[in-house]
């Protein structure tokens, strides 16, 4: 299992956090990583210190059918495919398409980077997806191969969190037989907040069977970071929160170990 995505249709929980830490944090144990940005709103991309027009972002790459002049590496061992504004024209785009749910999946499959296959380069493709149910979410839900799930520790985190595992068994279904639901993260944890507490209690009680144990702690540092164009772990290396990503990280290799033992 190489290919993962971040995705809750609810923004403001943390899917472009954790995906640009925890694939930093991989990075750091020296596994290439290949972040794909398929949020117009583009802030995995910001978050990294790039910002590109579309002439340089994913979108152009789906007009020409391969990505290797457009991926970027700002930090060592990892990599981007950035995204742009443009990409919200890409939505009504995909409906003139053949096979528009498969077209991120064969931009992939169809992509060298330095000779080699994507998957062959790198250890790890992770993507970051937009706030919403939509094509470009199906196109992301079709190329994958496991789905992590950021969950904020919030009143409302739970609500339609069962119409998002109701779309991916649909996806699955249908267009995606090898998708999983590889995690669950609860984010923005506040251990001196009761509701912080009771949410996590909740999701531990219907999520056991994916839910990660590593919570990741309300930080400023986390909110500071992304203007600084750096991960937190980076920004603010000995925060709590930059720990957090590093033992999410060792939870994270240790969970592809054990589904590599026990398929």
Request: glycine share 6%; hydrophobic share 40%; with cysteine.
């Amino acid at each position: 299992m190489k290919i993962f995505a971040f995705i809750n249709q609810k923004g403001g929980v943390g899917k472009t956090t954790i995906a640009i830490n925890l694939a930093r944090a991989l990075s750091l144990r020296d596994y290439k990583i290949l972040l794909i940005d398929f949020d117009p709103q583009a802030n995995a991309g910001s978050g990294l210190g790039i910002k590109v027009g579309k002439e340089e972002s994913i979108y152009q790459a789906i007009i020409e059918g391969y990505c290797e002049k457009f991926i970027k590496n700002p930090f060592p061992n990892l990599y981007l495919l950035p995204s742009s504004i443009d990409l919200v024209g890409l939505e009504v785009e995909l409906v003139e398409y053949p096979n528009r749910e498969y077209v991120l999946k064969n931009l992939i499959k169809n992509s060298f980077y330095q000779d080699k296959p994507l998957k062959d380069f790198f250890d790890f493709i992770f993507i970051d997806s937009p706030p919403s149910l939509s094509l470009i979410t199906v196109n992301i839900l079709t190329a994958c191969e496991g789905i992590i799930i950021p969950l904020q520790c919030e009143y409302y985190a739970l609500e339609g969190l069962s119409l998002l595992v109701k779309t991916i068994r649909g996806i699955k279904k249908s267009l995606n037989p090898d998708l999983m639901l590889f995690g669950l993260v609860l984010t923005m944890y506040d251990k001196r907040n009761k509701l912080s507490h009771e949410v996590a209690e909740e999701a531990k009680e219907h999520f056991k069977w994916i839910i990660f144990n590593t919570l990741i702690p309300r930080s400023v540092r986390v909110s500071e970071a992304p203007s600084f164009g750096k991960p937190v772990i980076d920004y603010s290396p000995n925060n709590k929160a930059s720990e957090a990503f590093l033992k999410l990280a060792d939870e994270f290799l240790e969970r592809i170990k054990s589904r590599k033992k026990y398929p």
